[in-house]
């Protein structure tokens, strides 16, 4: 399983990135996908989840209704559109899902948004 996230970058506050998840090495459209993120002296948080074929999604309270998760199956990619981005949403964001019974994560991309 491999899990490799890109997107990430330097953003003022209120704008947006969309950040992508690359994965391989299982039958990506079998399973539920997630992001989390940590900020600096943090633990890593929960911030979005998405089920096989995208029908459901979940966010965490600080997240919704400015960001989006998304799939293509056909490309074995997630993604996550930010919007209305603030200055706590500045972490490392992680692609992640559960396989076998074990967690795998991505390497992770830096988001930083600078008031």
């Known amino acids: 399983v491999q899990l490799v996230e890109s997107g990430g970058g330097l953003v003022q506050f209120g704008g947006s990135l969309r950040l992508s998840c690359a994965a391989s090495?299982?039958?990506?459209?079998?399973?539920?996908m997630n992001w989390y993120r940590q900020a600096p002296g943090k633990e890593r948080e929960w911030v979005a989840g998405?089920?096989?074929?995208?029908?459901?999604?979940n966010y965490a309270d600080s997240v919704k209704d400015r960001f989006t998760i998304s799939r293509d199956n056909a490309k074995n990619t997630v993604y996550l559109q930010m919007n209305s981005l603030k200055s706590e949403d500045t972490a490392v964001y992680y692609c992640?899902?559960?396989?076998?019974?074990?967690?795998?994560w991505g390497q992770g991309t830096q988001v930083t948004v600078s008031s």
């Open positions: 998405i089920s096989t074929v995208g029908r459901t999604t």
């Open positions: 090495g299982f039958t990506f459209g079998n399973y539920a």
């Open positions: 992640n899902t559960s396989y076998r019974g074990r967690n795998y």
